[in-house]
Each structure stands twice: as structure tokens, then as C-alpha cells.
């Protein structure tokens, strides 16, 4: 099946700095990827989509100055954390939807095995 | 009222035993559903996509009623390894909106 790679999977690191996560589609090609926020004992919670090549849409409520998405190729998005605070510590997780992956259905969502932020 | 809304349980079954879970959704355009599994601290797993005709897959079988706006998936004997949280998505305009997550927790 398809598959999606994020880096780091864990981060501590300290408020007021910046995190770039990294999400990858290993053997297929992602026009779109989503990125996610899960915070303990809830469910995910859309945070943006991003489309290769175009900025990303935001949902509401999630601060694009605050969550930079870069889409840069068809295989890796990025998210940074900017000026990272203690409520920004979550699990974030991208996934990307399968689109012509073979194998799977169009609409397939394969995720990433997420990164969890710690900031101090 | 959220996009999808689940029981979140938990359900404490034991082993062998069949379980259900339903889903309600708000939106009657959604497209595409589907049930995912997620163990503690992990990535969602794709269970299984949702079919309008109802699609069963080994122990799992999952239904889908537009009328009502619900989707339920079944487990039929389950194991141990059936203990998880089931999420329920629903695919809305190629946006996916997450239900809140049924724990199962199988015992022996």
C-alpha cells in the first residue's frame, strides 16, 4: 500500500522557537496532503490542506502565519511551527490521499506515522 | 452540530464476542466514508472504506443508511487485538472529518 513518511517523530525543544515537520509520500505521487492535530484523549482535528504547487487552505480558526505549509514537490509538504508556545505541544500528523496509488481507492487517506511536539 | 459524532465508549467486550458501533453524519452530500482504527499513540490505519451496498470484510462488516446519515461497522469474534479506538470519517468536498473515536477494549 501506499506510504507516508514524517520527521522528525518526536521534538522537545524550547518556546518562541520554530519546528519544520516534514511529510513524505514514499511510492506515490500526493497532489494533496492534510495536515492534522490530535490533542490526548480527542480526535483529529483538520488543521489545513495543502495542494502541490498552491498555497495551502487553512481551516478556521488555525493561524496561517503561525502554521507556514510549504508543498513544494508532489512527494513532501512541510509544516513549521513558528515561534513554537507549551499550547502548540500536540501530536501532528499529515496524511496524504492516495489520488492514483495503486492499489487504493482515490479517495484513501494513508497517514503518516505522526510527530509528537513537546514545547518547554 | 459537528460534522461526524461517535459514541466514544468504551465498549468493554470480551473475547469472542460481536460488537457494534454507528456513526451519525451531518452533511447528506458526503461522498465517501470510511472507518479507521488508531492504537494509543499512533497513526490512524485505514479499517475499511464504507460502500453504499454495505461491504464486509473477514470479521468486520460495515453498513452504510444515507436516509439516516449513519455508517456502523460490526465485529464478529473479536480478539484482543481488536482493542483500539475506531474512527469514523466522512469525506465532504475532498475534506475528511473525523468522528471522535469508539474505544474498544476486548478482554480475555
Known amino acids: 500500500g501506499a506510504v507516508v513518511s514524517q520527521h522528525p517523530s518526536w521534538v522537545i525543544c524550547k518556546s518562541g522557537t520554530s519546528v519544520k515537520i516534514e511529510c513524505r509520500s514514499l511510492d506515490f505521487q500526493a497532489t494533496t496532503m492534510f495536515w492534522y492535530r490530535q490533542f490526548p484523549k480527542q480526535s483529529l482535528m483538520l488543521m489545513a490542506t495543502s495542494n502541490e504547487g498552491s498555497k495551502a487552505t487553512y481551516e478556521q480558526g488555525v493561524e496561517k502565519d503561525k502554521f507556514l505549509i510549504n508543498h513544494a514537490s508532489l512527494t513532501l509538504s512541510t509544516l513549521t511551527v513558528t515561534s513554537a508556545h507549551p499550547e502548540d505541544s500536540s501530536f501532528y500528523i499529515c496524511s496524504a490521499r492516495a489520488g492514483q496509488a495503486r492499489g487504493a481507492l482515490y479517495n484513501e487517506q494513508f497517514f503518516g506515522p505522526g510527530t509528537r511536539l513537546t514545547v518547554l | 452540530r459537528k460534522e461526524v459524532e461517535q459514541d466514544p465508549g468504551p465498549f468493554n467486550v470480551p473475547e469472542g464476542a460481536t460488537v457494534a458501533f454507528n456513526c451519525t453524519y451531518s452533511?447528506?452530500?458526503?461522498?465517501?466514508f470510511f472507518w479507521y482504527r488508531q492504537d494509543c499513540r499512533k497513526e490512524p490505519k485505514l479499517l475499511m472504506s464504507v460502500y453504499s451496498s454495505g461491504n464486509e470484510d473477514g470479521r468486520f462488516t460495515a453498513q452504510l443508511n444515507r436516509a439516516s446519515q449513519y455508517i456502523s461497522l460490526l465485529i464478529r469474534d473479536s480478539k484482543l487485538s481488536d482493542s483500539a479506538t475506531y474512527l469514523c470519517?466522512?469525506?465532504?468536498?475532498?475534506?475528511?472529518?473525523f468522528g471522535s473515536g469508539t474505544k474498544l477494549n476486548v478482554k480475555p
Open positions: 452533511n447528506s452530500a458526503s461522498q465517501s
Open positions: 470519517v466522512v469525506n465532504n468536498f475532498n475534506k475528511f472529518y
